[in-house]
């Protein structure tokens, strides 16, 4: 995502969410309640949007790294060990 | 506490996300322990979101042979994911993986190890495969990641790897080390001459706040050999008292 791309999308959560729905939506991502992210009440929704849109960003770039590791690992293992390998590794 | 360390951590958050600085600019209001707090919650959750996935990718490894595990990690996981992989597996293991791969890649794996979560990993590797994974990381500058460096190993390993570093880039490790006591350790090591450099450096740089927040978190045995600017301590002291430490050096 480019920086102004970023400053976009953060622009349009802002006018959809406000500050509350943003440090829940961010303890939500965290695993946490809101409470363990008292401090961060103090900043304006359009700080804590660009957080919470920065953690996410931080996720799903994981999720897919981890998705595209688990494709790319199978593809070196030897063909007829590939079937047990995916069960392993969950696929 | 200092906004000036605040930025600092706020500094090391944006790296973690891979988003600039001043997009969070905004949580530099918040305390140091705030951010750091934060920080560690991110780490956590980007951890355990994945963490069933990753210890099925370490067992994998541990069952393939050391070349193959090494072809996956390089070739397939790649460093971010080898850097989470890594966390998992067993110290030996790991250690006995690093002969396959290059130094180059170890590097890279080195700018997205959790530190935390590696401490028996890289226990395990030997002192001069971290030395020279240690400057290779300093050659791509990057200043956060050589600070985990620094408090992760032993003085003499971590003084090795930034042997070759300026001044400046002395400053700005010291800066973004977590651990005091390390920064701290590493200070009492440097020779005195080197630690005046700095000092000139940062001066002349406009660095003088980066100088105030690296001396702030020394001990005062360190604080006393880093004492080298006799002509510009005036100048230090009054900024520190300004950005909220007085009696810098007591």
Redesign the interface.
């Known amino acids: 995502m480019t920086r102004a791309s970023f400053r976009g999308h953060i622009g349009h959560l802002v006018q959809l969410n406000g500050p509350v729905t943003a440090l829940t939506s961010l303890a939500t991502r965290l695993g946490v309640a809101p409470g363990e992210l008292g401090s961060l009440t103090d900043l304006d929704a359009t700080s804590l949007a660009t957080l919470d849109a920065a953690v996410a960003a931080a996720l799903a770039s994981d999720a897919k790294a981890v998705a595209a590791g688990i494709e790319a690992t199978l593809r070196l293992v030897p063909f007829p060990l590939r079937g047990r390998a995916a069960k392993a590794l969950g696929v | 506490m200092s906004a000036l360390l605040s930025r600092v951590e706020v500094e090391k958050l944006a790296d ?5 600085a001043p ?2 600019a ?2 530099e ?3 140091v322990e ?1 951010i750091r ?2 920080r560690q ?2 780490q ?3 951890y ?3 963490e ?3 210890r ?2 370490a ?2 490894s541990k ?1 393939a042979p050391g070349a ?1 595990a090494a ?2 990690a390089q ?4 460093p ?2 080898s850097a989470r992989v890594a966390a998992q597996l067993e110290p030996a293991q790991a250690a006995a993986l690093t002969k396959h791969v290059k130094p180059d890649f170890l590097a890279d794996i080195a700018l997205a190890l959790d530190p935390s979560r590696s401490a028996a990993v890289l226990a395990a590797i030997p002192d001069e495969l971290v030395i020279k994974v240690g400057r290779l990381v300093l050659k791509r500058r990057e200043y956060v990641v050589l600070a985990r460096f620094c408090a992760s190993f032993p003085t003499d390993v971590a003084l090795a790897a930034i042997a070759d570093a300026t001044p400046l880039e002395v400053l700005t490790i010291g800066m973004y080390t977590e651990d005091d006591q390390a920064i701290s350790n590493i200070t009492l090591a440097l020779a005195q001459d080197r630690l005046a450099a700095m000092g000139e450096e940062a001066l002349a740089a406009g660095r003088l706040d980066d100088l105030v927040a690296l001396l702030s978190k020394l001990s005062p045995a360190a604080l006393q050999h880093a004492d080298v600017l006799p002509a510009r301590k005036p100048e230090i002291v009054a900024r520190a008292e300004e950005l909220g430490f007085p009696d810098l050096f007591g």
């Open positions: 973690d996300l891979s988003v600039p997009s969070l905004a949580l209001e918040l305390s705030a707090s934060l919650q991110v956590h959750a980007r355990v979101a994945h069933k996935r990753l099925r990718l067992a994998m069952m193959l072809k996956i070739h397939a996981l790649g971010e994911l």
